[in-house]
């Protein structure tokens, strides 16, 4: 039996969720790696160590024995993604049509991304997007304590001024869906080319685009859950 929920404020994660720029920041690390240190940063390293365990690529080069410091490798890596973006970054099928129906529905869309707060300007600009969200929640916000905790999620309720039930997160990882149903919200898991079915099974819907979405609005984002 289907139940249908009314959510008044729509909480995004960013890379993997509103575009697919989850290997256009591995290949800016890897370049950034190589140049810097000599070091190949592997997919195999990114996935398991940025992705899921949600660590900065910094942290994991020194802990493969790299002697790195945060301020020389992000001031070749922002540029380094930034030209890369601009070529290849795209948003998810169907988000530009429902950020442009929440808007008209008055309905607040906020970000809660893992993400330096630069990379998440910097993707907004290049997509035309920034217009659409009231606040955004990235790394600088919370950095002792990002997803799989929830607090990225709860920081974000507490300023919205809302209960856990009347929010939606859209997500793109365990870690990510995790910290989301800690934190009382409804999770959708965005499918990508990144991820699997398995690793989205604990949201309560998957999705592989937002044309996927059945909603109405009323008094919010209007919602059927089976």
């Known amino acids: 039996m289907s139940q249908r929920k009314i959510f008044k404020a729509v909480l995004f994660d960013a ?4 575009y697919d720029s ?7 690390y890897k370049k950034v790696s190589r140049e810097l240190y000599g070091f190949d940063f592997t997919e195999k390293l990114f996935f398991d160590e940025c992705i899921d365990l949600y660590k900065k690529p910094t942290q994991v080069l020194r802990e493969q024995g790299v002697k790195c410091k945060d301020e020389d490798f992000y001031s070749k890596k922002r540029p380094y ?13 169907g988000l530009i049509k429902l950020l442009k129906e929440l808007k008209r529905a008055y309905v607040p869309c906020v970000i809660v991304s893992g993400a330096s707060r630069d990379s998440l300007e910097d993707s907004l600009t290049i997509l035309g997007i920034k217009e659409f969200f009231d606040f955004r929640i990235a790394y600088e916000d919370s950095p002792e304590q990002q997803k799989p905790d929830p607090f990225p999620y709860q920081l ?43 690793l989205l099974s604990s949201s309560d819907m998957i999705i592989t685009d937002f044309n996927e979405i059945d909603c109405t609005f009323n008094k919010g984002l209007e919602l059927s859950f089976t």
Request: aromatic share 6%; charged share 30%.
């Open 15 to 18: 890379d993997g969720t509103l």
């Open 22 to 28: 989850t290997m256009l920041h591995f290949e800016a």
């Open 81 to 93: 993604y930034y030209e890369i973006a601009k070529q290849k970054l795209k948003p998810t099928a």
């Open 156 to 198: 974000a309720l507490q300023r919205l001024s809302l209960s856990p039930d009347e929010g939606l997160a859209f997500e793109d990882t365990k870690s990510g869906i995790e910290a989301a149903k800690r934190a009382g919200l409804n999770c959708i898991g965005i499918k990508n080319k990144t991820n699997n079915r398995e």
